[in-house]
């Protein structure tokens, strides 16, 4: 019996040896603390991390006295107070000091160890040195700041490049045009049909491709106007009719009765995506048929799911090259590249445009037997029946220029002859400018209807200008169109902080000019401040339609804070709420104070520091815009950007500290 003890004993001896050896050296740091923060008891494994010996901590040192100044605020208004609440917390990072004031980063799990009797409750605390995470993260969010920059500059080489390319294609577009309406004998006639024919094509080359990488750099955005569906089909119908009977083939349209003839939407998309589908149904078909079909999918209150099918009796597609035919720069086959050329991009065009706006490219073929490409997008209904804009404008009759004056401003005189060309046709009043400077100039002499801008201009480029021209306060204000090789969608918001009523693009052809000046006449004699708002609605942006008709996405527009989590965490208790707040002020308070300090100093790891230690307390209060601005200044700071830049980031982020902090005061004291 008493040698049975005896063995009981010895093994429940080593056990427990094992057991506290295991404590003592497991490769995470355990430490329990008490109410005060008190450290009472620790493991070898943390005091070796620390470089201190275990006397010099336990019953001596607090667990907050480990921490930075950041992280000391932080424990005691927010993750202590939560501890005590909830018993627990999980994973929250901090970086420990140690002994030789260096630091690491280290990541913990708090839960509470109840009272027994008359003792007090106490909190077992297991910590785990992640530095070699938080090194491998730093380096991937290194790689991450990296490849936008890298996506930054592609952007700003496209906006360049796409300018110095569409300028001369402009003029060339212009050349031919101008040419082709003077009178020629037959042989001259065919050599400005075939300039005119291989600058378009060279053109459509060029927008595909500027149109491919902007949609990688993310760099392409939708607008939202109000159009009619049916003049938009009927004019590529017009257009394609031509191109298609070349070839014996017949182009159909059909629109379902109840399509909605006003939709709203971005058209200039969808023009794109029915031209390069259309286009290679012609290019691909020898004879036969080619059909447009327009149906409706669902109709629910203002909005309408449309479906679009372009169907072609061609060559048809081998099932086995469905996949391929929408990868970038690819063809069915090598042989149908020879015999009908082309670079294969506008399917990925398509395809990626599609996906911009939640939609995708469907295609059923059989070899020899023809191709059906469809898709659906969905749009708000525009409830008016007609159209006021576009009834306007048909009434050509209606419209005189004789009263009726053009200001053009542009560096480059090639543009401004053209320009200049097409205006002497019409018999439209104009003056010219190579500068900003002379165009304000010119305004202050004379009054004009419409002043045609350039946006990429030396010394004071388009943007500066109408800036200049809206702070001239004329008594006769003038509509201000930009035109440049972006898109409006691209420069939209640009374009309403300059006081730019329209846009553009360039190259354009003749008669995209003369309908935006007999537009924009048009709504001069239309009498009445409220009919021209009303007209004016189909050419602005709608941010409401734009909410509605976008695709899902995750990120929205934030308030500055919330105490919604504050309010959930306190059970809705005023008295716990109140003091959640105050520990929030605090922290804001050092936090602003910390910022402002590495802001001075230029200190990108003291900026990053402070990232990290804020995040939970501006996670409670919902304040991610802050953090996403201190992460904006921390990446400014640290690629050398522009001073202007910088200094645009601060005081974003000063405004943000500002409206948090008055924000958690008035809370406070209601």
Known sequence: MDKNYSSLKQTDSIRLKAALDLYENAPCGSVVFRNDGLIIAMNNTLAHWLGFKKDEIVNVRTLPSFFKVGGKIYFETHFFPLIKMQGFIHEVYFDMLRK????????????????????????????????????????????????????????????????????????????????????????????????????????????????????????????????????????????????????????????????????????????????????????????????????????????????????????????????????????????????????????????????????????????????????????????????????????KDDVSFDDYKVLIVDDNHVNIFITAQYLDQWRISYVTAKSGTEALSILKKESVDIVLLDLQMPKMNGYQTAEKIRALKLSKKPVIVAYSATTKGEVQNELIKAGIDDHLPKPFQPTELFDLLKMYKTLKQAKGKKKRKSLMKTATLSKKYAKELKPVDNTTIEESFSLERYQKMANNNPKYLRKFIKSSLKAIKDYEGEFKTALKNKDVSGLESLIHQSTMTLYYIKAEKLTSLMKKCKDLIATNDSDTNLKLAIDDCNKEFAIIFEGLKKAKNK
């Open 100 to 395: 030789d004031k260096s630091n690491f980063h280290a990541l913990i799990n708090v839960r509470e160890i109840p009272a027994k009797e008359s003792n007090e409750a106490t909190f077992q605390a297991t910590i785990l040195d992640v530095s070699d995470r938080r090194e491998y993260e730093k380096q991937l969010l290194e790689a991450k700041r990296k490849a936008e920059a890298d996506s930054k500059a592609k952007a700003d080489f496209l906006a360049t490049i796409s300018h110095e390319i569409r300028t001369p294609l402009n003029a060339i577009l212009g050349i031919g045009n101008l040419l082709h309406n003077t009178p020629l004998n037959e042989n001259q006639k065919e050599y400005a049909r075939l300039l005119l024919g291989s600058s378009e094509h060279l053109l459509s080359l060029v927008n595909n491709l500027l149109d491919l990488s902007k949609i990688e750099a993310k760099k392409l955005e939708l607008e939202y106007v109000s159009f009619n569906l049916n003049e938009l089909i009927t004019i590529l119908k017009q257009i394609y009719s031509v191109k298609a009977s070349e070839k014996g083939v017949e182009l159909r349209l059909e629109l379902s009765e109840d399509v909605p003839q006003n939709i709203i939407g971005d058209p200039v998309k969808l023009n794109q995506i029915l031209t390069n589908l259309i286009g290679n149904a012609i290019k691909f078909t020898k004879k036969g048929a080619i059909t447009v079909a327009i149906s409706v999918i669902q109709k629910v209150k203002k909005q309408v799911t449309l479906k679009f099918e372009v169907t072609d009796t061609g060559i048809g597609i081998p099932e086995e090259k469905l996949e391929t035919i929408f990868q970038e720069f690819s063809q069915a086959s090598y042989d149908v590249s020879v015999e009908y050329g082309g670079t294969g991009l506008g399917l990925t065009i398509s395809k990626k445009l599609l996906e911009l706006q939640g939609s995708q490219l469907h295609v059923s073929s059989k070899l020899n037997k023809g191709s059906t490409f469809s898709f659906e997008l969905n749009y708000k209904i525009d409830k008016k029946k007609v159209n006021k804009t576009a009834q306007l404008l048909n009434k």
